[in-house]
């Protein structure tokens, strides 16, 4: 079991940048592989990268170049970097956490916050 909060999420211009954080607690950290995945309205969720139990990162094609994951591993908590933000990168994001080695696909996680808000502005 292990219980994750997300936070960070805010309103920024296009362009603009921002930090989320998810802080885990209830299991070892190190133990898992960590994604970030985000759901606009109407759409399905959507993978934006991921980070293996040994630091390995892979993004979303949409999100390459832009976003950055990384874990701390002694405080229990992923980040996501945003850069060059766009207003298509609105989205509800989402911290989710795996046994074992990294997926892509959301059914593949196994535990998941609720979520932060993340509008950019035109």
């Known amino acids: 079991q292990v219980q994750l909060v997300e936070s960070g999420g805010e309103l920024v211009q296009t362009g603009g940048s921002l930090r989320l954080s998810c802080a885990a607690s209830?299991?070892?950290?190190?133990?898992?592989?960590m994604g970030w995945f985000r759901q606009a309205p109407g759409k399905e969720r959507e993978f934006v990268a991921t980070?293996?139990?040994?630091?390995?990162?892979y993004y979303g094609n949409s999100v390459k170049g832009r976003f950055t994951i990384s874990r701390d591993n002694a405080e229990n908590t992923v980040y996501l970097q945003m850069n060059s933000l766009k207003p298509e990168d609105t989205a509800v994001y989402y911290c989710?956490?795996?046994?074992?080695?990294?997926?892509?696909?959301?059914?593949?996680?196994?535990?998941w916050g609720q979520g932060t808000q993340v509008t950019v502005s035109s």
């Open positions: 989710a956490a795996r046994y074992g080695s990294s997926r892509s696909g959301p059914n593949d996680y196994d535990y």
């Open positions: 209830g299991r070892t950290f190190s133990s898992y592989a």
């Open positions: 980070i293996t139990r040994s630091g390995s990162t």
